[in-house]
C-alpha cells in the first residue's frame, strides 16, 4: 500500500515555463513534507520542506504548496531551468517523535526542454 | 567537509554469496538511516540506527539483512546469502539530529549491489 503517491512518471516542460509536481498522500499521521531532487547515479538531495501547520513555502523559485483536506501537495519551480531535469522525490514523515524513517513517492522525471 | 561515503559504489555478488555496504556519515553526524530503491520504486526506509544502537530497523527484511553503527567506524549493512532480487540501490542518509528534524538530511551517492 503506497502511502505517498506520485502519478506522474514523467513531466515534461519548456525552458523558462513552470514546472508543477504533484505529490498525493493517504497517512493523515504524516506531518512533514520535504521534496528531494536526484540526478543520476548520486544520492537524492534536498530541496525544500513544509511543515504540516502551513499551507506554503517558497524558496527562490521552488514553492511547495500543501492540501491536507486533499491530503495533496505540489512543488512549483518557476522559471524552469535545464539544470533542473532530475527526478523529484516527493517524501513524508509522521510526527509524534517516532524513530521512523521517510516514506518516499516513487518520483517524478522533470525534463526540461530548451 | 566530506558529505556522506558510501563504498562500494558498484558491487557484484553471485547468489548466494554476502554484500557488505559501508556508509560513513558526514562528520559530526550520529544518525544513520538506509534505504533501498528498487527498479521503478522510490526509496524505501529500512533501518536507522545510532552510534552502537539499532533505532528502528521495522523496514528491514526479517531475515539476511543486519545493520551495525559501530562506536567507531562506518555504519555497515550486510546481506547474507544474496539473491536476485537483492539487486538495488542501496542509500545511506545521515543527519546531526534524529527523525530528520534537521531537514537537510544528507544522503551518499548509492551502492549499486547486482546479484548474478
Known amino acids: 500500500d503506497q502511502q505517498v503517491k506520485q502519478n506522474s512518471p514523467s513531466l515534461s516542460v519548456q525552458e523558462g515555463r513552470i514546472s508543477i509536481l504533484n505529490c498525493d498522500y493517504t497517512n493523515s499521521m504524516f506531518d512533514y513534507f520535504l521534496w528531494y531532487k536526484k540526478y543520476p547515479a548520486e544520492g537524492p538531495t534536498f530541496l525544500i520542506s513544509i511543515s504540516s501547520i502551513k499551507d506554503k513555502n517558497e524558496d527562490g523559485r521552488f514553492t511547495v504548496f500543501l492540501n491536507k483536506s486533499a491530503k495533496h501537495l505540489s512543488l512549483h519551480i518557476v522559471p524552469s531551468q535545464p539544470g533542473d531535469s532530475a527526478v523529484y522525490f516527493c517524501a513524508a514523515r509522521t510526527g509524534g517523535g517516532g524513530a521512523d524513517g521517510l516514506t518516499f513517492g516513487k518520483g517524478t522525471h522533470l525534463i526540461i526542454q530548451p | 567537509n566530506a558529505g556522506v561515503m558510501q563504498n562500494p559504489r558498484h558491487l557484484v555478488r553471485r547468489r548466494g554469496q554476502e554484500a557488505r555496504l559501508r556508509c560513513s556519515p558526514m562528520?559530526?553526524?550520529?544518525?544513520v538511516y538506509w534505504y533501498r530503491q528498487l527498479p521503478e520504486e522510490g526509496l524505501k526506509f529500512m533501518v536507522y540506527?545510532?552510534?552502537?544502537?539499532?533505532?528502528?530497523e521495522s523496514g528491514m527484511p526479517k531475515e539476511r539483512f543486519s545493520a551495525e553503527f559501530p562506536k567507531e567506524g562506518p555504519s555497515i549493512l550486510r546481506i547474507q546469502q544474496v539473491v536476485r532480487g537483492d539487486s538495488a540501490a542501496y542509500f545511506c542518509?545521515?543527519?546531526?539530529?534524529?527523525?530528520?528534524?534537521?531537514?537537510?538530511?544528507?544522503f551518499g551517492q548509492g551502492t549499486r549491489l547486482t546479484v548474478v
Open positions: 540506527l545510532q552510534k552502537e544502537n539499532i533505532i528502528d
Open positions: 542518509a545521515s543527519s546531526p539530529l534524529p527523525d530528520f528534524w534537521n531537514t537537510e538530511a544528507f
Open positions: 562528520k559530526g553526524h550520529s544518525h
